[in-house]
Structure formats: C-alpha cells, structure tokens
C-alpha cells in the first residue's frame, strides 16, 4: 500500500512537472511570438518612416554662391536676402522649384540653422528623456509615412533644394530632406495631438460700407509659440515661381508652407486651427494646401476648387480674401468634409470654430465652443468692429493689439481669451486691391508694422547697395503700450513664468504682483506651492484662481482637481 502510494504520488509530481514544462514553453514561445513582433513592427516603422528625395536631373544650382552686398545683405543673381533695420528679415526668390529652393536655403543658411536648434532645443524642453524624443522620431516618421505621396511634387522639389543648407547635427532625428518635410506637418501633428494648445489664432476682414474707402481689408494674428527664440527672426518672403502668381508670405528659417499670405492678384489666405480628433496618418499638411491657394488661385472660387482636391488630416479654417471679389469668406476643411461661410454681411470674423452650416453641427465643433476660449474671442472681435465704425488699417492693427476681455474687462496679460496674448508669431494687414501687406516686428503683434508694396518689389530688377524695400510712408508705429509700467511688469511676470516652468525658485507674491488679474499667475504659484507641499498657500492661490476670467474647461477642471487635492492633504 505504501509503495503504491509513493508511486503514485511520483507519477503526480511527474505529471505536474510535465504541465509545468509544457506551461513553459508555451510561455516562451508566446514571448518569444511577441519580440518577433516587435522586432518587426521596429524595423517596419523604421523603414516607412525613411523619405526619398525627389530625383532631380538637373542639379545644377547646387552650384550656385551667394555674393554678400552689404553686411548682412546677400546675392545670388536676381534673388537677394536682407537683415532690414526694422529687424525683420526679407528675401525674393525665383526660378524652377529645386532652384528656388536651393537659392532660398543659400541665402538664408544662418536662418535656418537656427530655426532648427530653437525648434529642437523646444522639444527637449517639452520631452526631456532622450529615450522618448528617440521613439518620437519613429512616432513621427510612422505617422508621416505617407506625406510624400501627398505634397505637390514641385514643393517637394523646394524643400530638396532647400535641405542641402540644413545643419549637419541632426542625422539622429533623420536625413537634411526628411526633417524638413516633417516640419512642414509639425503646425498640424501639434495641433493634433495637444487639443488643449490649439493655437489660438484670430482674423477678419471688412469690405464695402464696413471699410472706411470700402476696400477690402484683412487682419490677423497667427498666435503659434514655440518659445520666444522662435519669432526673433521672422521672414518676409517674395516668391517670383516659374509657375503661378507671385506670392508673399511670412514665414521663417526653412519653411516654405504658408500661414498667411498674399499674392499679386490680390488674394490673400490665413489659417486657423479648429478642433480635430487624433488622426492615423498624414495627408497633405494645411500650411502646403494654403501655399497651393496662393501661388495658383485669384479668386474664391478657385482658392475652394484647390482646396476640395487636397486631403488633410486636420481640421481647418481657411481664411480666404480676394480683391477680385472685394469680399472675404472662410473655407472650412475637416479631414472628411468641406465647408464654406459667406457671412451675408460685409465683414467676417473667425477665431478657431466653425461657422459654416455643415460644420459648426459637427460634435467636435459643440465641444471646441464650449470648452476652449475661441467663442469668447469671437465675441470680443465682434464688439471691436461694431464699436470702431468703418475701418481702416489703423483700427484693424489696433485690433489687433487689443489685450482686454469683453467689455473691455482686465483678464490679465496673456489671457488666451484676449485677441493679443503676447504669444504672436507675427501680427499682419493686408489691402489687397492696392497690393499693400503691413507685417509687425518684436515684440509679438505691438512692435512697428512695416509697410510692403508688391507692385513696387516684384518690379525691381535685383536689389541695389543699402536699398530699403519697405515703403516708410506708410509704416505703423509701435504700440505706446510698450513704455508703460504695466508692459514692464508683464516682462517681469514673463521672466518669471519661465524659472516656475522650469523649476526654478521665484518670489511668488512678486510674481502674482506682476500679472494679479491672470487666472493663470495664480495656476502656476498654486501648482509650485503644492509641489513643496505649502498646501495653505496652493489652496488660496487656486481658489483665487477660480475667481478670475479661465481660458479654457480644461484649465478650470485642473484648478478644481488641484484644490481638492490640496483640501485632502490639508485634512491629514
């Protein structure tokens, strides 16, 4: 009986044994499945993410050498490049599309060097850990695996030319070619992924019995940041195409997309974030469909026949302005649908929701109005225009530089509510039947508005020794804001904000001084009062927080949560 027994209980143990190695293997083979997979996913990802050039039979303009005119000023045949007294930077580029972007990436090497150390040095700060901004570089190759396939071949053969003047210490995040095609998509991959920082744009237009000598005129502020290093050095491009109209566009180092812009025809077109849901991959990037509309379109009706044929993985208001027409409209694209807002009167507003009958129905549009702060600004630039009477280019840059909230309420200095939030790339006015464009200079949309007349610079033949192309005349002057005592504080709350975002000790009661009606001041002293545990002090800065004009749902449910929180630490 008991030998019976033990060989029984052997046989278990056997058998368990057996369970156990089969368990095992199956195990392993599961794992061993899976790092398969991984193994291939990784070197899937890593070959779609790569991006080949456009082939070129004639590269012949590779030869080509900028001569230097002045200090700071430089040639290459009837193409020039200048750093202009006013601070902005100013370029005329023609010829076939590789040629024009080599000639472009010559002259403006320094420029977009730098572009990319600013853009790169931004990222860092927002994804610190190597090992993350390594994996976003697959990330972003993997989404924009089929970009090529959706950019115009001549625009591609532009940012190929232009890519042999990148700079050399980037080859980790990818080839001088693929980054700055990448870039081109990095307005829409942001404003895709990161919701809550939609950039907060603002335009519109008057016409007729609104303007004061009833032409058409368009403002707007194209509020995208990346960090004040990025708008120091913003261009003022003229581009004479083999092809199409001549066209300006304010751009900077690298980037030949458009955000605002106009052509010698008189059509002019802005862009405006909307809300967009998280796309699966690229199509073609809003900023290359906008410069499409403005090299090849002098009327709305064709500035929409280009559009409706580009498909793009965003959501976006095309502000669109046309002196042939003597109106503006706004073309609404989503990446399923298309729409078109005629407002039936004779000026148009638009911040970063939809307007048009079918798009405004959208769930995602119900959300962005309720939610973000665009109806708000809405609403605060419609009271401007109603209160200024006729406008004029002065009103309109005034506008523009507008910092209260409605009703001319104080919402502190930066509010996302107001129409200047001092995050501005550039400030820009168009009138379009004379061909005039007015750009800002720093700081933001309140430096000096500079004057250019598209009729008189694409007539020039080259560019002669300390030529200024700007026409003085008819320049704006800077806002008086900027020698007052609050402007000064604001400096010092700006200062300031910096050393709290990155972790730096700062004299909080200085601090909420410098800006004492932003909700945001007191965000930011709450968040670095809980983070070293002062919870009496976080708890009175959220709840004055709270009393305050808030931007956004998003930041009024943070402010909430954090004060909760406080409560329950101060009851332990």
Not at 422 to 444: D, M, Q, R
Not at 536 to 563: D, S
């Amino acid at each position: 009986m008991y030998q019976y027994s033990t060989y029984k209980a052997s046989g278990q143990k056997k058998k368990k044994r057996s369970i156990w190695k089969k368990l095992g293997r199956a195990i392993l083979y599961i794992i061993g499945f899976f790092l398969v997979l991984l193994i291939g996913l990784a070197i899937y990802i890593v070959s779609v993410s790569k991006m080949a050039p456009p082939e070129i039979s004639n590269q012949s303009a590779l030869q080509l050498q900028r001569k230097e005119l002045d200090k700071g000023t430089y040639t290459i045949g009837n193409n020039w490049f200048r750093h202009s007294s006013t601070g902005l930077y100013e370029m005329y580029v023609e010829g076939s599309p590789f040629e024009r972007g080599v000639v472009n990436g010559k002259l403006s090497k320094e420029l977009i060097q730098r572009q990319e150390d600013v853009f790169v040095e931004q990222i860092a700060k927002m994804v610190p850990s190597t090992f993350y901004r390594h994996f976003l570089r697959y990330f972003i190759g993997f989404f924009n695996r089929d970009l090529a396939a959706n950019v115009p071949e001549e625009f591609k053969e532009e940012i190929y030319g232009e890519s042999f003047s990148a700079s050399p210490d980037y080859d980790y995040i990818g080839s001088n070619y693929e980054r700055l095609m990448n870039y081109h998509a990095a307005h829409d991959i942001g404003h895709a992924l990161q919701g809550m920082y939609l950039v907060g744009c603002t335009s519109f237009a008057t016409w007729d019995d609104h303007s004061a000598d009833s032409n058409l005129i368009i403002g707007r502020n194209f509020d995208f940041y990346m960090g004040d290093k990025f708008a120091e050095d913003k261009m003022v491009v003229f581009y004479h195409p083999e092809k199409g109209y001549n066209f300006m566009f304010v751009t900077w180092g690298g980037f030949t997309g458009v955000v605002s812009g106009m052509n010698d025809q008189g059509l002019t077109v802005t862009i405006n974030a909307a809300r967009t849901d998280v796309p699966f991959g690229a199509a073609t990037p809003v900023s290359l469909v906008a410069r499409e509309i403005l090299q090849y379109a002098k009327t709305i009706e064709e500035a929409w026949a280009i559009a409706s044929k580009r498909r793009m993985f965003v959501s976006e208001s095309f502000l669109i302005g046309s002196a042939i027409d003597n109106m503006a409209v706004v073309i609404e694209k989503t990446p399923t649908g298309m729409d078109k807002y005629d407002p039936g009167r004779h000026f148009i507003t638009c911040t970063n929701h939809f307007q048009g009958d079918t798009l405004k129905t959208l769930g995602s549009n119900k959300v962005q109005l309720a939610q973000s702060a665009s109806a708000y600004r809405y609403l605060r630039l419609t009271e401007l225009l109603s209160r200024n009477g006729k406008n004029d280019v002065q009103k309109t840059i005034g506008i523009l530089r507008d910092r209260k909230g409605l009703h001319d309420a104080n919402i502190g200095l930066g509010n996302e509510k107001a129409i200047n939030q001092f995050i501005a790339h550039h400030g820009i006015v168009f009138e379009p039947k004379k061909k005039l464009v007015w750009v800002s200079t720093a700081p933001f949309q309140m430096g000096e508005f500079v004057a250019y007349d598209l009729n008189k610079i694409f007539s020039m033949q080259g560019l002669q020794s300390n030529h200024e192309v700007y026409d003085t005349a008819y320049n704006v002057p800077a806002d008086t804001f900027l020698v007052t005592n609050e402007y000064a504080q604001w400096q010092r709350f700006h200062t300031m904000k910096e050393q709290l975002m990155n972790k730096e000790s700062v004299d909080l009661k200085a601090f909420v001084a410098s800006n004492p009606e932003y909700y945001h001041t007191y965000v930011m002293a709450g968040d670095y009062s809980f983070r070293l545990k002062q919870f009496a002090a976080a708890k009175q800065y959220y709840e004055t927080a709270l009393t305050k004009e808030i931007a956004t749902k998003g930041e009024e449910t943070h402010i909430r949560v954090q004060l909760e929180k406080t409560n329950k630490a101060l009851q332990k």
